[in-house]
């Protein structure tokens, strides 16, 4: 008997409407539209050398694809990408700083050299370059922090894939900024 009430099936829903279960393929191909250029700066945030850089990167998007077959949607998936990067790339660090020797804090921090005095030295590939390097110097919770940052991620963002609070991200945030701006137009002695 019909009393009148609009109860739905699901089957009654329109296919337009459902929510759309996602292969981890296709979760994987999504995230990488979204978010391809952003993990491959990234990578060059967190490493130097651009044969490690691409290996860096092979190793994120694997774990990234990896990663969708336990992806449950309770976090947004640029925080649950941005978080796997991460875990990726610190692990990547651990195992470079082996061999490296050269990192610092933020109050041991190396003077990069400055570019020439030429007109290149003016061009945007050399700033970011010479940012870039500045940025290699940091410690690596604080490389990943600016990372984030320069990624436009807010504090909040940040804090849910680092794991520190908004307040402590916040003050990171400033306290880098402000370290590195200062190293950034220091130049050296002629």
Request: aromatic share 6%.
């Amino acid at each position: 008997m019909d009393d009148g009430s609009a109860s739905m099936s699901a089957v009654d829903i329109p296919a337009s409407e459902r929510p759309v279960e996602r292969s981890q393929d296709d979760s994987y191909l999504a995230a990488i539209n979204d978010f391809g250029p952003a993990l491959q700066r990234l990578a060059r945030a967190y490493e130097a050398n651009a044969e490690l850089q691409r290996d860096l990167l092979q190793e994120i998007h694997l774990a990234i694809w990896r990663s969708f077959a336990v992806f449950d949607g309770r976090c947004a998936v640029r925080t649950w990408v941005y978080r796997v990067a991460h875990n990726v790339a610190a692990s990547h660090v651990d195992r470079q700083r082996r061999f490296r020797k050269g990192l610092c804090g933020l109050d041991q921090i190396e003077d990069v050299p400055s570019a020439d005095n030429t007109e290149r030295a003016h061009d945007e590939h050399s700033a970011l370059a010479r940012l870039f390097a500045l940025i290699h110097t940091l410690k690596p919770l604080d490389r990943e922090v600016i990372s984030l940052f320069l990624e436009d991620l807010d504090a909040r963002s940040i804090a849910d894939i680092t794991g520190l609070s908004a307040g402590a991200v916040a003050t990171k945030i400033h306290r880098i900024k402000t370290l590195l701006a200062n190293r950034f137009t220091q130049r050296e002695p002629t």
